[in-house]
């Protein structure tokens, strides 16, 4: 093996661990949401750090708080739901989706809600 190959392997080899340890820490952080549902209005918005494979490329856009995605808060009789674009990780399929709160908040590493 010539010693260029060799470099590019190491070099190759280095950057392919320093992302999986990036990944591995993002991926590794403690849940950190507690919500108090009777203070939520409809209108307010909410805020997550998810899991999903673009979480982490979404968070890092966005320096100041590390939030990956938004929703809007809406209630009915049956409680609290969000309004939010969501995608398949995959195929990039995706549109507007009304998605009961407990099932956003799932996984979600922080959370934080601003009022209307």
Same mark, same amino acid.
């Given at each position: 093996?010539?010693?260029? =190959?060799?470099?590019?392997?190491?070099?190759?080899?280095?950057?392919?661990?320093?992302?999986?340890? +990036? =990944?591995?820490?993002?991926? %590794? /952080?403690?849940?950190? +949401?507690?919500?108090?549902?009777? !203070?939520?209005?409809? &209108? !307010?918005?909410?805020? =997550? /750090?998810?899991?999903?494979?673009?979480?982490?490329?979404?968070?890092g856009l966005n320096s100041d708080t590390g939030y990956s995605h938004v929703g809007v808060l809406i209630k009915d009789e049956n409680g609290f739901y969000v309004?939010?674009?969501?995608? !398949? !990780? *995959?195929?990039?399929? &995706?549109?507007? /989706? =009304?998605?009961?709160?407990?099932?956003?908040? /799932? &996984?979600?590493?922080?959370?934080? *809600?601003?009022? %209307?």
């Amino acid at each position: 093996m010539t010693l260029t =190959r060799w470099l590019l392997l190491v070099l190759v080899s280095s950057l392919a661990a320093a992302i999986s340890w +990036h =990944r591995f820490e993002y991926f %590794n /952080q403690p849940n950190s +949401h507690v919500l108090n549902l009777p !203070d939520f209005q409809s &209108g !307010d918005l909410i805020f =997550r /750090q998810g899991k999903g494979l673009w979480s982490p490329y979404f968070a890092g856009l966005n320096s100041d708080t590390g939030y990956s995605h938004v929703g809007v808060l809406i209630k009915d009789e049956n409680g609290f739901y969000v309004l939010h674009s969501d995608a !398949d !990780d *995959v195929s990039l399929m &995706g549109g507007v /989706q =009304r998605t009961p709160l407990d099932e956003f908040l /799932q &996984g979600a590493l922080k959370v934080e *809600v601003k009022h %209307n």
